[in-house]
């Protein structure tokens, strides 16, 4: 069960020392939490201008272990430490801390 929290599967948010730049396909995506009407200009003017609509969610994990390809770069400014989390279509992950 659940529960009233949400559990395992409730919505999180990265503290704000924490940056996030994901990649997939090749194309960087935004990863903005804020709502709809606080979207960045610039990256929505970018995207318009690409044509592109970003996919909601941009990542998918299959019961099966197969995944959505990706990058995630992960940057805490507090710590001044990065890692690199990849995965392929098969649901192969590499974690690396960055030097």
Known sequence: P???DG?????????EA???????????V????TSTDEVDDAAKEADESMDIEQPEPQVIMFSSGQ?????????D??????WRIEADLLGR?????IE
Not at 93 to 97: G, L, P, S
Request: no cysteine; glycine share 6%; aromatic share 4%.
């Open 18 to 28: 924490i940056d996030t730049d994901l990649v997939l396909e090749g194309r960087p």
């Open 2 to 4: 659940l529960g009233a």
């Open 93 to 97: 992950v590499e974690v690396e801390a």
């Open 7 to 15: 559990g395992p599967f409730r919505t999180r948010q990265l503290p």
């Open 77 to 82: 400014r507090d710590l001044d430490a990065e």
């Open 30 to 33: 935004s990863l903005n939490t």
């Open 67 to 75: 995944m959505t390809a990706f990058t995630l770069l992960l940057e």
